[in-house]
Structure formats: C-alpha cells, structure tokens
C-alpha cells in the first residue's frame, strides 16, 4: 500500500514539475510579455528561462529514476537469502 501511494505522489510529481517544463519552454520561445520589449530584455528573459528548463528537466529525469526505484523495489531479492554456490 505504501508503495502505490509513493508511486502515485512521484507521478502527480512527474505531471506537476512536467507542466512547468512546458511553460518554461513556451516563455522562452514567446519572450518577455511586456508590449514593446528591448533587446536586452528578450535577452534576460530567455537566459532565464533556459536555466529553470534545464534545472526542471534535471529535477524531471531524478523523479523518472526515483518512480523507477520505486516501481521496482518489491523485485528485488534481499541479499541475505541469495542462494549459496554449489560446492
């Protein structure tokens, strides 16, 4: 039960921090919203942006190897009952 939950907060996770990505990346391709932006402006915005899509991917792709973790974790064999050469 605790590992389905856990799954289901790292996908509301996973959408969340997904749905910011894509907000971040639509800024950078619009700019900066003000009316008449200058140069330098465009120019901020779009460093800016680029750094936050870049940390939210990092932040996206932890996630995807956590749920992956997580998903897998009742695979696994504990060390302690691996079965013993054959003499």
Same mark, same amino acid.
């Given at each position: ?7 289901? @907060?790292?996908? +509301? ?5 997904? %749905? ?14 003000? *009316?008449?932006?200058?140069? *330098? ?9 680029? %750094?936050? $899509? +870049?940390?939210?991917?990092?932040? *996206? ?17 504990? %060390?302690?009952? @691996?079965?013993?050469? $054959?003499?």
């Amino acid at each position: 039960m605790l590992l389905r939950l856990a799954q289901l @907060a790292l996908w +509301v996770a996973l959408a969340a921090i997904g %749905v910011l990505f894509v907000l971040a990346l639509l800024y950078f391709a619009r700019g900066s919203l003000e *009316e008449f932006p200058t140069a *330098e402006d465009t120019d901020k915005v779009r460093l800016v942006t680029g %750094v936050g $899509a +870049v940390l939210l991917l990092g932040i *996206e792709l932890a996630l995807v190897a956590l749920l992956h973790r997580v998903t897998h974790a009742g695979c696994r064999r504990p %060390v302690d009952s @691996a079965v013993p050469p $054959a003499a």
